[in-house]
């Protein structure tokens, strides 16, 4: 069975500029969340998405925005790209929202730089 | 708000030694903790996870982690490492403080470079 696949794996973006960046959960999963990865940090939540409703968001800004589709797959959407924008982003599948522990799944993430 | 502490940024070690990556959580409500592997160039692999019951926790492949509710830590151990060990581990915390949209969003430590030198 396929993981948690996202693309694109790396994309170069100037500031200004907008991105967008997709996932597609495992199958049968039907929560989404986005998290950020800074170099030498650790992941840091943006969204959570589950059955196509947000469920939860992180401490980011308005230029950071989500959805989810109804094959559950979702993009992640950041408009007036910064320097400081540059990181990992990591998708991550559950079968249901993050509940008392419920596992989630990561894929590889999507490197974005911003020159 | 809960904080996660990794206190060790790089850990090396010798093949086949024994290794303890240290993590300590900020929180006075019930947590599920979890413990994170991210190899070169890939995402987060689960390894293991404290959700309730016993509190030693182990993994498939040797790693086990103690949830000390007193010292508020879930310090992760192996008897004897391997090459392929090497990789930046991440220690996370969930709990209901963090719940949110009914979710519970995990707290992610700064992560340990575990580097096994042959």
């Known amino acids: 069975d396929a993981g948690v696949t996202q693309s694109p794996t790396h994309l170069i973006k100037t500031r200004g500029q907008h991105v967008t960046l997709r996932c597609s959960p495992i199958?049968?999963?039907?929560?989404v969340s986005w998290y950020q990865q800074v170099l030498g940090q650790g992941p840091q939540f943006i969204f959570q998405?589950?059955?196509?409703?947000?469920?939860g968001r992180g401490n980011f800004p308005d230029r950071f925005s989500a959805r989810q589709f109804p094959n559950y797959s979702s993009e992640l959407n950041v408009n007036a790209l910064l320097l400081g924008d540059s990181a990992l982003y990591l998708c991550?599948?559950?079968?249901?929202?993050?509940?008392?522990?419920?596992?989630?799944?990561f894929g590889e993430g999507s490197w974005l730089t911003v020159v | 708000a809960q904080s996660v502490t990794q206190l060790d940024s790089q850990v090396p070690v010798f093949e086949e030694a024994p290794v303890e990556l240290r993590c300590n959580y900020s929180?006075?409500?019930?947590?599920?903790l979890f413990w994170y592997v991210q190899y070169p160039n890939q995402g987060l692999q689960l390894l293991l996870k404290?959700?309730?019951?016993?509190?030693l926790v182990e993994s498939i492949n040797g790693f086990e982690a103690e949830f000390n509710k007193s010292q508020t830590s879930f310090h992760l151990r192996k008897p004897s490492v391997h090459i392929s060990d090497t990789a930046e581990y991440f220690c996370?915390?969930?709990?209901?403080?963090?719940?949110?949209?009914?979710?519970?969003?995990?707290?992610f430590g700064r992560g340990t470079s575990l580097i096994v030198h042959p």
């Open positions: 199958s049968g999963h039907k929560s």
């Open positions: 998405y589950y059955e196509k409703e947000e469920r």
């Open positions: 404290y959700l309730s019951g016993s509190t």
């Open positions: 929180s006075s409500v019930s947590v599920y």
């Open positions: 991550a599948s559950s079968l249901r929202g993050h509940n008392s522990g419920n596992t989630i799944y």
């Open positions: 996370a915390v969930s709990d209901q403080v963090s719940r949110t949209g009914g979710s519970y969003i995990p707290t």
